[in-house]
Nanobody, 126 residues
Framework: QVQLQESGPGLVKPSQTLSLTCTVS??????????WSWIRQPPGKGLEWIGY???????YYSPSLRSRTSISRDTSKNQFTLQLSSVTPEDTAVYYC??????????????????WGKGTLVTVSS
């Protein structure tokens, strides 16, 4: 049974960088051919797929967030990390990590996840 757990600060100041880590247990993040994603849900809104890091270490980001997003990994700890720079209050959301990939076609995100973390609320406020 794969389990994912998000961790990181619950409060970030505007213009700073949001950094979250997902710790995976019950499976390796380097196992062929899995992808590992970050998704968020702002208060009162729907899910927004952010991007993924693949088993190979390659990454893909949603075009709407690409300029501010970086996803990396530490294979020795079986963790992957989200960094979102220059945050504003509009980045306030529950952030989830999950196993699965996605893509954006015609401005619409398509993604398919089979395991999810419980999510962590990040508030952007001064």
């Amino acid at each position: 049974q794969v389990q994912l757990q998000e961790s990181g600060p619950g409060l970030v100041k505007p213009s700073q960088t949001l950094s979250l880590t997902c710790t995976v247990s019950g499976g390796s993040i380097t196992t062929n051919y899995y992808h590992w994603s970050w998704i968020r849900q702002p208060p009162g809104k729907g899910l927004e797929w952010i991007g993924y890091i693949a088993y190979s270490g390659s990454t893909y980001y949603s075009p709407s967030l690409r300029s501010r997003t970086s996803i990396s990994r530490d294979t020795s700890k079986n963790q992957f990390t989200l960094q979102l720079s220059s945050v504003t209050p509009e980045d306030t959301a529950v952030y989830y990590c999950a196993r699965g990939g996605g893509t954006v076609v015609g401005g619409r995100a398509y993604y398919d996840m089979d395991y999810w973390g419980k999510g962590t609320l990040v508030t952007v406020s001064s």
